[in-house]
């Protein structure tokens, strides 16, 4: 973690069989973004610091802003610290996090926007919604491994929601045929619909593939993030297999100076080169 923000858990509540909600007050030196996919690292003393990319913090989204505070909800998905903490944490809890970063940046022309993503993506995207104005429309997808953690998600936008039955560990994903299939009715003569999908990563390379050469949408118009890892061992053990002259290339691709959607042209072939 780059800052180190004590927050105190003031409560913990069962929000569905598969998510518990977190509450915690922090001090004024935590300050949202003000962007509704905003996320934080969580320090859950994760011992295995490799499942985490080297860390023992889990990333988490900031599913609700208060007045003292803030909430989280942990995908309680059965394996890994992050999950095993969304289960144990409890009121009076320290908790340290970080300063809060964010992803979501529709243009404002996009009045079209797509929402697609798994479990780990429902909190942010019931924020996104939950904040969204009237002149807004949305079609969302979400996968989940079990229909019992389907909830209500209000809004003053225009929404339309499809939940499906799948990915999350558990089975094939569906999210890039589904989002695939969406893609046709959703373009609008005057404007570009803007697409925010998190997910398991590999499955966002997926999606990312299809938009850009399926569907040609522009960069602009999408923002992809992979939440986790499925094949997070193999991963790790390519990365760790690494030469030098490797690591300075993929740390030389990720520029500043371009948009994470830019860097991912040449990150994507990368990948595929290590094999994964
Ligand atoms: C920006 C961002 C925002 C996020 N917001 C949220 C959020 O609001 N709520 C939330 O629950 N998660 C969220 N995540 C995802 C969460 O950080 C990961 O799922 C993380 O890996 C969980 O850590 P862990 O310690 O439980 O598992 P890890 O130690 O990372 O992994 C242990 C094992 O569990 C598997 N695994 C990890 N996550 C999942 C999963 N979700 N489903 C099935 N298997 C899994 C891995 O493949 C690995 O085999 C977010 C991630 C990012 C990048």
């Known amino acids: 973690m780059e800052t180190t923000i004590t927050t105190v858990v003031t409560g913990v509540e069962q929000v569905s069989p598969g998510f518990v909600r977190v509450r915690v007050t922090a001090p004024d030196t935590w300050v949202t973004t003000g962007a509704a996919d905003e996320f934080i690292h969580v320090e859950v003393g994760a011992e295995n610091m490799d499942a985490g990319d080297g860390h023992s913090s889990r990333h988490y989204s900031v599913s609700k802003v208060l007045s003292d505070g803030f ?6 998905h059965g394996h890994g610290p992050g999950a095993l903490w969304g289960q144990q944490v409890r009121p009076g809890d320290a908790v340290d996090v970080s300063e809060p970063k964010a992803y979501y940046a529709p243009p404002s022309a996009a009045h079209r926007r797509v ?6 993506a429902l909190p942010a995207i019931a924020r996104i919604l939950a904040e969204a104005n009237p002149d807004e429309r949305f079609s969302v997808v979400i996968e989940l491994a079990s229909l019992v953690d389907k909830r209500e998600l209000p809004s003053a936008a225009e929404v339309s929601v499809e939940w499906r039955l799948g990915g999350n560990g558990y089975a094939p994903s569906v999210l890039c045929s589904e989002l695939r299939s969406l893609l046709p009715g959703l373009r609008d003569a005057d404007c570009e619909p803007y697409v925010w999908v998190a997910c398991e990563a590999a499955e966002s390379r997926r999606i990312r593939q299809s938009l850009r050469k399926e569907a040609g949408l522009p960069m602009a118009s999408m923002r992809l993030v992979g939440y986790w890892h499925g094949d997070h061992d193999r991963i790790m053990s390519v990365w760790n297999s690494l030469s030098d002259e490797q690591l300075a290339y993929a740390q030389s691709i990720w520029r500043e100076d371009r948009t994470d959607e ?3 042209v040449e990150y994507e072939p990368f990948l595929r080169s290590l094999g994964v």
Do not use: S
């Open 71 to 76: 909430e989280m909800e942990i995908a309680l």
């Open 115 to 120: 929402l697609v993503g798994d479990a780990t």
């Open 262 to 264: 830019e860097n991912w």
